[in-house]
């Protein structure tokens, strides 16, 4: 994610936070301040946007495993507030899902956060948009459910568990599409809830590009597969 021209931040796996402030060039690990490396370890970030220079989002999932090899995601959504001399990070809660939501993707348009994840344990399984609210100097407000879509249970190999949403991204208009298993692609507006939309592929969909109002393109890929699909959409 880009946090103006200059500055970059990227993040992954364990605990891995860097940032750039010379168009990508040189990148320096961050450490948020009051973690300790054993406690950002345990993080797993899954994406990072932001509203301005100062204001941003970073995702991440506590993971416990446990002894059948069972993973329990925590999901977290961290503010990050650039004051000058100091930053500071504020987890800003998840849902009523609690521990049992894993985020997936996040982006930030107009101040509004937009986060795709599921929640595995619930009856049946679920993949959720969510949305937070910039107020324009230095908070967000705590993400609420604004959508939800079923598990998709079609030629889906129990054994392979593939994310059931993978992707947000906001178009040039300012519609949201979410995008994850079964090539299953969505809009959404506050007023007229989701759209579906129809991809003629049945691999999950794993990133998102808009050139336009609702044209871009679509990348899928399925585990159980060796192939990859390019989807363009207009």
Known sequence: GAGSFSHFW?????????????????????????FT???LSALEFEGVAFA???????????VYVDANGDRHPNGHAFAHHDLGSTVTWTDIGSTSYGDALE??????????????????SANPPIGVL?????NGTSSWSAPIVVATVPLCTVGIDPEVLEPILEEVEVD??????????????WS??????????????DSTVRGMSFY???????????????GHAIIEIH
């Open 10 to 34: 990227a993040v992954g796996a364990p605990g891995l936070v860097v940032h750039s402030t010379d168009d990508a060039v040189n990148w320096t690990e961050f450490t948020p301040p009051g």
């Open 37 to 39: 490396a054993a406690q």
């Open 52 to 62: 301005d220079f100062k204001n941003g989002i970073f995702i991440a999932n506590a």
């Open 103 to 120: 985020l997936r993707d996040v982006e930030v348009h107009d101040k509004v956060a937009y986060i795709v994840g599921e929640v595995r």
């Open 130 to 134: 969510l949305t937070s609210t910039f």
């Open 172 to 185: 040039p208009a300012g519609l949201v599409w979410i995008g994850g298993d079964c090539g299953r692609v």
């Open 188 to 201: 959404w507006t506050s007023g007229g809830g989701l759209v579906d939309h129809k991809t003629n592929t």
């Open 212 to 226: 336009g109002p609702s044209a871009g393109y679509f990348a899928a890929q399925r585990a159980t597969r060796t």
